[in-house]
């Protein structure tokens, strides 16, 4: 049994962590703003984790074997956390992004063409950090999101104090209507409705992960030993064709496609540049991965179920066999 904090936690995979953390017997104790309130037997702990003063005095007297981070988006809130939990924590666990390694946003070392990028390509430890860059405006950390969580992780890894380890998730699908960003509802929609489905003339495949499964690895990484970035996906890249021709066998249906110039705004997952990461280093510290192919029909399949009444249903399961 260990004691974890988890900051934020209160839906989607975070919410799943908590409760995996929970039925694996561990001292559980949830921070956040009070929006959400955690399961029976799960601490909490109602504070804003930006008001260093506030998180400061909240955790006065108490201890954690590991803290993971699951709303950690800039510089600033990483430096506030590395302050308010010095000497209160061994180790501490940020979930990071993919976007991290969006060629659009930074200058990265180069790759070869279709080689899943490793997590050497961002090294905390030697990133940049600008904390007078306005990141409590909300325009400026949407635009800069990727950059955020660049300069967050680089905080924390020079934090000190505890060990520290990043896990950059994949794009995460799953889970019906509790998928709050709504890409998988988009394609489910659009092929239900048959409509077009935007995308560029060359997408380039990327990676995924059920949600389930990145708690699971969430899970891991808080218990585990390893310090720095872990590369968070399920095995089997896939491009926007591949995804929108799940949805649509899922749907018993044919997707229809609309192609877009390079540059140009295209549906989820459609990407001109490339966009896969490799998961070997997870793999060799002990963490199983399933397959993108084992679990997103199921996941099509629910997004579906939950379209709006408006929307055609999709065919009954036995005719989109394929």
């Not at 997408?203 to 969430?218: G, K, N």
Request: charged share 20%; hydrophobic share 50%.
């Amino acid at each position: 049994m260990q004691r974890i904090c988890v900051i934020g936690g209160s839906r989607y995979f975070g919410k799943l962590l908590v409760e995996r953390l929970r039925a694996a017997g561990h001292e559980v104790t949830v921070v956040n703003r009070g929006s959400f309130a955690p399961p029976a037997g799960v601490g909490h702990l109602v504070v804003d984790r930006d008001d260093e003063a506030a998180l400061t005095a909240a955790l006065a007297g108490r201890a954690f074997d590991a803290v993971v981070d699951q709303v950690c988006y800039t510089p600033v809130q990483a430096a506030v956390a590395a302050r308010a939990f010095a000497g209160r924590t061994r180790r501490y666990v940020m979930t990071s992004t993919i976007e991290v390694y969006d060629p659009a946003t930074a200058a990265l070392p180069a790759v070869p063409p279709g080689t899943p990028v490793p997590e050497e390509s961002v090294d905390p430890a030697a990133w940049r950090v600008a904390m007078d860059l306005p990141w409590h405006d909300a325009a400026h950390l949407e635009a800069r999101y990727a950059e955020g969580k660049r300069q967050a992780e680089a905080v924390l890894a020079r934090a000190g104090g505890f060990a520290f380890a990043t896990v950059r998730g994949a794009h995460v699908l799953g889970g019906g209507a509790r998928e709050f960003t709504g890409r998988l509802a988009h394609y489910a929609g659009r092929v239900a409705r048959g409509e077009e489905i935007a995308v560029h003339a060359h997408a380039l495949p990327t990676v995924f992960i059920h949600h389930e499964e990145l708690a699971a690895l969430l899970e891991w990484a808080a218990t585990a030993a390893f310090t720095g970035p872990v590369n968070a996906c399920s095995d089997g890249a896939l491009d926007v064709y591949g995804l929108a021709g799940t949805v649509a066998a899922a749907a018993g249906r044919e997707a229809l496609y609309r192609t877009v110039p390079a540059g140009a705004e295209a549906s989820p997952f459609s990407f001109d540049r490339h966009y896969a990461m490799d998961n070997a280093r997870a793999k060799a510290l002990g963490f199983r991965f399933s397959r993108t192919s084992d679990w997103l029909p199921g996941a099509a399949a629910e997004a579906l179920a939950e379209l709006p009444a408006s929307v055609p249903a999709p065919a009954p399961a036995s005719a989109s066999a394929s």
